[in-house]
């Protein structure tokens, strides 16, 4: 027998940190830039640095770190790049907290040395999640690790942010845009969190100039008209087309704005007069554009009233709401309110509900940039997994508006823009400081406050981590990276604008595929969240069940298009298969020799056992690869999930049981044993790396040192052996029919069994006569025989099979007439559960309004206790005869 055995039970903690060491250790994870390898790469969605490991990290890196695996075991030379981002409003925020618990404010430490504190916080606390990511077993090119700060991506954003600006594809106006008042800084539409609200529709009359009445206009932000400059309606609407042209006083301000007519206003809502605030409104501003309107700022950065809004100035925006009211009351300006839903935006980061606002912001022209990144998905150059994601892209691709890229904030890539005192030269440039203006010589030059947005610099990730703009070995090897793995709620922010990016400045696509991978939800569907404490920690179920139970789970749960519904039962349950490897494997390497492993073995003078299981498993690798290869990584992990526990366990190892035993079979079944096991721990490694390369340490012979540097298996079609495979199922059947009926009626392997198989055709006995020792053994019982004519006896209970029948005489070993009972009591309540589940899937309404998978649940249950009703009643009819 094999002299290194594996201990009784597995224990991840002991096998964990010491596995993924050596693999760092010996390079594993790094390229080799080997010429005559197929190149596969990809870039890691990088994680902020202010983050630590969530469910949803935890299932894309292992979606990641399956495809590094096999393709590396695949024979491909494999970059995956990792990193961080530095996360602008979200990090600031962090040490804005930290400082205030010394009493201290980034205004008060002044810009450089906050941004200091930053950098200090970032190298404490910011790569925690990259120690977590190796927790997990990510396999990523460490050497390669990248920061958006750093010096190299710093440059690289400097480059791309000064050829736009002399591409004039950046521009500085006055535009309205997202406003945080509690960030202090500019949001992009994707940073913005839009939700249903309960509020209030005011009704305001607004006093003709003329004196000859009013215009009663709806508004849900009446602080707001303190900035109206105008009162727009539909130029159809029969009501107001007398008064277009005419002009209004503002109440409480007194200021005159026009009646104008804008084929934009909607008739339905209010009155059908609608007020026009463009400097804190996006259609209103739009509007103001082709009416040439002027723009009133009545509400400031901080969320106060500006100078603008006269008497109301210095108030905070809800308070001016409340002071604005009363005295619209007051002064017989409001008719009346409702209660109105309304969508409010809410900054993404804080929370705070966001205001619109004109500012003077650094914009990039997006549609001369989006033109060819629709084409290249258009084309087929980029493929979304799975394929409904594409309509998504394109309604957003298609309708883009330009990209607000300055923030007002420290932290970040400032933006590389110096301004003269003296002239009022704008400088762009790419130095690191510019001293003086290269137009009128002057030292007075100052450099805009305002960082970049942090998805600017991530919009380059995929070659600036590779060096761009030097065009480096890493670039011209690796460029473009082959798939790109990622959630739907970046698809936006980040997928389309490394399109963008990517073809304008590389000339190519960044990735070839995109796979959009399914959110995690808790076991009943629901979004995992703090307040409703429901999260699961990744930490922490590593640290009860083991990284490869919880990347197991992640995989088997992780179906194309479908949200995954996990619970710590599912973690702990596929533990148990993790264990069944671990027992598995124990079982084989106690039961072989080492000679074993150097036996020949010719497939056609193989037991029937023997060729069955080499031939499933040839389905089983074949399948594999293709589900891999289609990014269906849950039916890739239940492939062999299922050839593992349901065919080479439960099956394999028990008839191998029978063949260890005899002299002229011993070694061949070990060598099968082995070539089973063998291939198994490959395919799984992918999955599961850290119980595979254990395992395959004590293998008495491989192929190399470690598992994660062997051959991924291929199909080899010459194992197949359709005839074993169907004389097996038959064997199978009937070995599951006699253990039914043992079952059934509570016999035991000590019960002395009549037991006959019954068949009219002889291919079938003679097949039970040749393997009639296995199943004696399969089936716990002395012996089975086979007859061609049979009547039934008096207490023989049958169990049909495809073809045949199994017959197990039971009298004088149960009472007859007890067990008669018992299964008409089992039958009347099938009967009776059948009845409510008709009468469910009967009612259209419960149909159309029950989730789909509890409808599915009970077309389930139907389906069962139909089959299970169908052998009661075989069994009833067996025990009443004679």
């Known amino acids: 027998m094999s002299e290194l055995i594996l201990d009784k039970s597995y224990e991840p903690k002991k096998v964990e940190d010491k ?46 770190d399956v495809l590094a695996r096999y393709k590396r075991m695949d024979g491909y030379d494999v970059l995956w790049i990792p990193g961080t981002d530095h996360a602008g409003i979200a990090t600031q925020n962090v040490v804005e907290k930290e400082i205030a618990k010394e009493g201290l404010t980034r205004q008060a430490l002044g810009r450089e040395k906050f941004i200091e504190r930053v950098w200090q916080w970032k190298e404490r606390c910011g790569n925690i999640i990259i120690d977590q990511l190796k927790k997990l077993g990510a396999s990523c090119s460490w050497s390669y690790q990248r920061f958006t700060m750093d010096e190299g991506l710093s440059r690289a954003v400097k480059e791309v942010f000064v050829n736009l600006w002399k591409e004039g594809l950046i521009y500085r106006g006055d535009y309205i845009i997202n406003w945080c008042p509690r960030c202090g800084t500019a949001l992009a539409d994707l940073e913005v969190e839009m939700r249903e609200t309960q509020g209030k529709l005011w009704y305001l009359k607004y006093p003709l100039e003329d004196g000859r009445g009013f215009v009663v206009v709806a508004t849900t932000r009446p ?48 009155t059908g007069a609608v007020k026009v605030t463009p400097a804190h409104d996006f259609a209103d501003f739009e509007m103001a554009k082709r009416h040439n309107l002027p723009l009133v700022k009545v509400i400031g950065e901080d969320g106060f009233m500006t100078e603008e809004a006269g008497p109301y100035k210095g108030l905070e925006r809800y308070e001016a709401r409340k002071k604005v009211l009363e005295d619209l009351k007051t002064q017989g300006f409001l008719e009346k309110e409702e209660d109105y839903k309304l969508i409010l935006g809410h900054c993404y980061r804080c929370d705070t509900v966001i205001e619109p606002l004109v500012s003077k912001q650094w914009f990039v022209v997006t549609k001369p940039l989006a033109q060819p990144a629709i084409a290249a998905v258009e084309y087929g150059f980029i493929k979304f997994i799975p394929e409904n994601w594409t309509n998504l892209y394109f309604d957003w691709m298609r309708n883009i508006r330009d990209w607000c890229i300055s923030r007002q904030i420290w932290w970040g890539h ?17 130095e690191e400081v510019v001293e003086r203006c290269p137009v009128c010589n002057s030292e007075k030059v100052y450099q805009d406050e305002d960082v970049l947005d942090t998805w600017f610099s991530s919009a380059l990730w995929p070659f600036s981590t590779m060096g761009w703009p030097e065009k480096t070995e890493t670039l011209t090897t690796f460029y473009p990276t082959s798939v790109l793995v990622t959630s739907f709620d970046i698809i936006f922010f980040w997928v389309a604008r490394m399109i ?41 179920m590593i640290e009860k069940y083991g990284s490869d139970a919880l990347r197991f789970t992640l995989i088997a749960l992780a179906a194309q298009g479908r949200d995954i519904k996990l619970s710590e039962a599912r973690i702990e349950g596929f533990k148990h298969f993790i264990n069944k490897i671990w027992n598995a494997s124990r079982f084989v390497l106690m039961n072989i020799e080492p000679e074993s492993a150097e036996v020949e073995i010719a497939p056609a003078k193989l037991p029937l056992w023997h060729r069955w299981i080499l031939s499933e498993l040839q389905r089983t690798v074949k399948k594999v690869r293709e589900k891999l290869e289609e990014f269906e990584f849950d039916q890739a992990a239940m492939e062999v999930y299922h050839f593992f526990w349901g065919k080479f366990c439960d099956w394999f190892l028990e008839v191998a049981k029978v063949y260890l035993k005899k002299e002229e079979t011993k070694l061949q079944t070990q060598k099968v044993l082995l070539e089973v096991l063998t291939t198994c721990l490959k395919l799984l490694h992918p999955f599961i790396p850290f ?27 010459h194992l197949l052996d359709e005839l074993a495979e169907e004389k097996v199922q038959f064997l199978q059947e009937l070995t599951i029919g006699i253990r039914n009926i043992k079952a059934e009626y509570g016999l035991t392997a000590k019960t002395d069994l009549k037991v006959f198989y019954h068949c009219s055709e002889d291919q079938y006995l003679n097949l039970l006569s040749q393997e009639n020792e296995v199943i004696e053994f399969l089936a716990k019982v002395k012996k089975i025989e086979g007859v061609k004519q049979h009547t039934k006896n008096k207490g023989e209970v049958s169990y049909i099979l495809s073809k045949g029948e199994v017959l ?75």
Request: net charge positive; with cysteine; proline share 6%.
């Open 500 to 540: 963008m990016m990517g073809i304008h400045f590389m000339g190519q696509i960044p990735f070839q595929k995109v796979y959009i991978h399914a959110l995690v939800r808790d076991e009943k569907g629901q979004k995992m969240s703090k307040s409703r404490g429901n999260v699961i920690d990744p930490l922490l």
């Open 691 to 717: 119980v595979t390369e254990e395992i395959w340490a004590y293998l008495p012979k491989k192929d190399t040192e470690h598992i994660i540097k062997t051959n991924y298996p291929v199909f080899k079609e």
């Open 414 to 430: 400032r933006i590389p823009v110096w301004y003269c005192k003296d002239c009022g030269e704008t400088i762009v440039s790419k």
């Open 223 to 270: 602080e707001t008209m303190l900035g109206d400059t105008a009162v727009a309606v539909n130029p159809e609407d029969e009501r107001y087309k007398a008064l277009i042209g005419k002009f209004l006083v503002l109440p409480l301000i007194g200021r005159k704005i026009p009646i104008i007519a804008d084929k934009s206003v909607d008739p339905e809502f209010g």
């Open 19 to 64: 596995w993924y060491k050596v693999w760092e250790e010996k390079g594993y994870f790094e390229p080799s830039f080997d010429k005559n390898k197929p190149k596969f790469s990809i870039v890691i969605p990088p994680p902020n640095v202010t983050g630590v490991l969530h469910i949803g990290h935890a299932l894309n890196n292992t979606i990641q």
């Open 808 to 882: 197990i005489n039971l009298e004088n070993l149960i009472d007859l007439e007890k067990e008669v009972q018992r299964l008409t009591k089992e039958k009347e309540k099938l009967e009776s559960k059948l009845k409510q589940i008709e009468k469910k899937l009967s009612n259209q309404e419960f149909l159309e309004k029950a989730p789909k998978e509890v409808v599915e649940k009970e077309k389930g249950a139907y389906q069962e206790f139909k089959d299970r009703l169908k052998v009661i009643l075989r069994y009833i009819e067996d025990l009443q005869k004679n």
